[in-house]
């Protein structure tokens, strides 16, 4: 049984930063597409970071050069650290496993692409 389960979120000012963790349990996060994605009030969940099997990243356009992906693969967790943090970041975000190890840049970054998904984890950036 494959479970997602993240922590770290929280409330923190414009321009802070969190970190976002997720435990991956039942699949080994190295060998599949792993991503991040949130979803806010009244909008469609979009996809925000990725990493495949090979350890190659893809980021949305919104998050570049401000959020980063990375995996432990020792602990089998998968983290977010987010940086620069504004208010439009304001939402839910979460944690979802692919069955695959590889997928073209779009797929990865839509909801489509990913067979489990974690109960995310709120993050409210104050102005």
């Known amino acids: 049984q494959v479970q997602l389960v993240e922590s770290g979120g929280g409330t923190v000012q414009s321009g802070g930063s969190l970190r976002l963790s997720c435990a991956v349990l039942?699949?080994?996060?190295?060998?599949?597409?792993m991503g991040w994605f949130r979803q806010a009030p009244g909008r469609e969940r979009e996809g925000l970071a990725t990493?495949?099997?090979?350890?190659?990243?893809t980021y949305e356009d919104s998050v570049k050069g401000r959020f980063t992906i990375s995996r432990d693969n020792a602990k089998n967790t998968l983290q977010l650290q987010m940086d620069s943090l504004e208010p439009e970041d304001t939402a839910i975000y979460y944690c979802?496993?692919?069955?695959?190890?590889?997928?073209?840049?779009?797929?990865?970054?839509?909801?489509?692409?990913?067979?489990?998904w974690g109960q995310g984890t709120q993050v409210t950036v104050s102005s």
């Open positions: 979802a496993a692919s069955l695959y190890g590889l997928m073209t840049t779009d797929r990865a970054l839509s909801v489509d692409g990913y067979h489990y």
């Open positions: 990493i495949d099997s090979v350890g190659r990243t």
């Open positions: 039942g699949v080994t996060a190295s060998s599949h597409v």
